[in-house]
């Protein structure tokens, strides 16, 4: 399964962006949608996740409040709303998908499939 991640790109502080993520040519077969980001020089670390039934959210401390994940069943696609955008934001960023247990769902190796990544770059 392909990963579709779309969205990214350059804005000023204080804007906002949807980053949409879809299976390409694939139902959207999976227990948690994840996003991850990573800047150059970092490791690639968690934003946020959903699971897919349900919809339970999960934020890092760094986006809750500003950042919104959702998914759209009828559409097949997940979502990540970011608002208030942040100098700090700045990162390549993926969308995943797998089956992890509640207590993972912000480790990137639970995850099977990954996008190709896409640029937010947020200048001051």
């Known amino acids: 399964v392909q990963l579709q991640a779309s969205g990214g790109g350059l804005v000023q502080a204080g804007a906002s962006l949807r980053l949409p993520c879809a299976p390409s040519?694939?139902?959207?077969?999976?227990?948690?949608m994840g996003w991850f980001r990573q800047a150059p020089g970092k490791e690639r670390e968690f934003v946020a996740a959903?699971?897919?039934?349900?919809?339970?959210?999960f934020y890092s401390d760094s986006v809750k409040g500003r950042f919104t994940i959702s998914r759209v069943l009828a559409e097949n696609t997940g979502y990540l709303q970011m608002d208030s955008l942040k100098p700090e934001d700045t990162a390549v960023y993926y969308c995943a998908a797998g089956r992890p247990i509640t207590s993972a769902v912000r480790s990137p190796a639970m995850y099977n499939y990954w996008g190709q990544g896409t640029q937010v770059t947020v200048s001051s």
């Open positions: 959903i699971k897919w039934s349900g919809s339970t959210t």
């Open positions: 040519g694939h139902t959207f077969s999976t227990n948690v």
